[in-house]
């Protein structure tokens, strides 16, 4: 019931925002250009702050890195394997089915849900995770759009578009500049540390008002099948293959945590984009964001109570030993 509870409101949120874009309030004009807001200025400056006063040893955690990515991949390669064997009904299709099961909405969803919930010491792993999730998530959309693209966009073009991408992208620059401020123990001016946090104090409730007001009613996808996949691949198999590997190496339960809510993220905004400008599927992306998003508040729940409960029970063994031997050593005393 706790962890509905931290969860549930960051959704309401959401909801809200698709409640008051319906009545009117979000034209189309203001969600454009509040989404720049979020994206260019208030998401980068909350990870700033937080990255930057946050101990280095906390927040970087090589491994974490690395085993994410690694699902990431295997996820990836998952759904290449299925359409092999049989595939959706046109190859753009068959593009953003492969682009959606793995790439997550990160800067938005992923990281309100571990502020909200886990909080600041959370939002620090997840922000040094972030910069490698993100470039994960890109290259391999790429990657998606030209294995099935029947333009033949040039390998070269593509690499330029995905280091273009990487570093123009405000959410890693500014992980990057605050992980090196945590690094080197630099502190920011007073006045301008303060401006920051008031620029970021915006960030989340704007980015999830944005996401609500974007979700689509538009007709649903008819490669419903693909479509069921898809969610199952990226709600369910992909946070719960990272989960699963971090558990086994012994990784700390909090960071499993959020590893498990940064790879379970709904399917990313701009995988629709990507789709119409890389002759991909976009009823297919946007069904799939839709309905991401939405289960993704009950997968959320699910991930992070179960979590929580493996990692309760972790020592529950050496708890019963410790007890039965102290209870022995106790019969002898009184022997």
Known sequence: MDVALN????????????GVKRLGFFPGTFIREANRLAFYVGVPALLFIKLSNTPFRETFEINLAL?????????WLFPLSIIKVRAPS??????SFVQTSMHGNIGYIALAVVYYVIGDRGLGIAGFLAPFITI????LSVLSFNIFSPSG?????????????????????????????????????????????????????????????????????RNLTWLIVSL???????????????????????????????????????????????????????SEVTLSTLLSALTFCFW????????????????????????????NVRF
């Open 232 to 286: 199952a691949l990226k709600l369910l198999v992909l946070p719960g293959l990272g989960s699963l590997l971090l558990y086994h190496t012994g990784a700390e339960i909090l960071s499993i945590k959020v590893v498990a809510i940064l790879l379970g993220a709904p399917a990313a905004t701009v995988s629709v984009i990507m789709s119409g400008e890389m002759n991909g599927d976009i009823t297919f992306a946007s």
């Open 136 to 139: 994960s998530h890109n290259t």
């Open 304 to 331: 992070t109570y179960l979590i929580g409960t493996f990692g309760s029970q972790r020592h529950v063994p050496w708890l019963y030993l410790d007890s039965a031997c102290f209870e022995s050593r106790s019969e």
């Open 153 to 221: 966009r040039s390998a070269s073009a593509s690499f330029l578009h995905i280091v273009r991408a990487i570093c123009l992208n405000p959410i890693i620059i500014s992980c990057f500049a605050g992980l090196a401020f945590s690094f080197f123990g630099l502190d920011l001016p007073p006045v301008f540390h303060r401006f920051l946090e008031i620029l970021s104090s915006m960030a989340l409730p704007l980015a999830l008002l944005i996401i609500g007001a974007s979700l689509s009613r538009s007709r649903m996808s």
């Open 67 to 75: 085993i994410s990515c690694l699902s990431i991949f295997l996820v």
């Open 7 to 18: 969860i549930m409101p960051v959704f309401f949120v959401i909801f809200l925002g698709a």
């Open 90 to 95: 046109n190859a753009g299709a068959a593009a």
